[in-house]
């Protein structure tokens, strides 16, 4: 666990964004380029994700990210309609064009 409370219990996402938050405002004060930036729980597990790029598998950075559990998720839910046919999911063109926007 990253950040563990006093307790010992998993620090809730609000938690850890005030926490955040508070330490980019004192380093703000030295680096006045981070008062300008967003910087989120997100952007951590992301830039941390982006420094093992090299020699890392791809999945494996995904995995870190949270993001192959939800594929994995979605695809399940594909892969048991298959052979049934009819009833497989068929997006629209309005739903096509947000997603190659992406």
């Not at 938050?21 to 380093?27: H, I, L, M």
């Not at 939800?70 to 695809?75: F, G, V, W």
Request: include cysteine; charged fraction near 20%.
């Amino acid at each position: 666990m990253l950040f563990p409370t006093a307790h010992g219990d998993r620090m809730s996402a609000d938690a850890v964004q005030l926490m955040l938050s508070k330490y980019v405002n004192v380093a703000a004060e030295t680096c006045r380029s981070l008062g300008s930036k967003h910087v989120s729980p997100h952007t951590l597990r992301h830039s941390a994700a982006m420094e093992q790029l090299a020699g890392v598998d791809l999945a494996v950075i995904a995995l870190w990210l949270g993001h192959l559990a939800l594929k994995e998720a979605a695809l399940a839910k594909v892969t048991a309609m298959e052979g049934r046919e009819g009833l497989r999911f068929k997006p629209g063109d309005k739903l096509l064009a947000f997603l190659n926007a992406l």
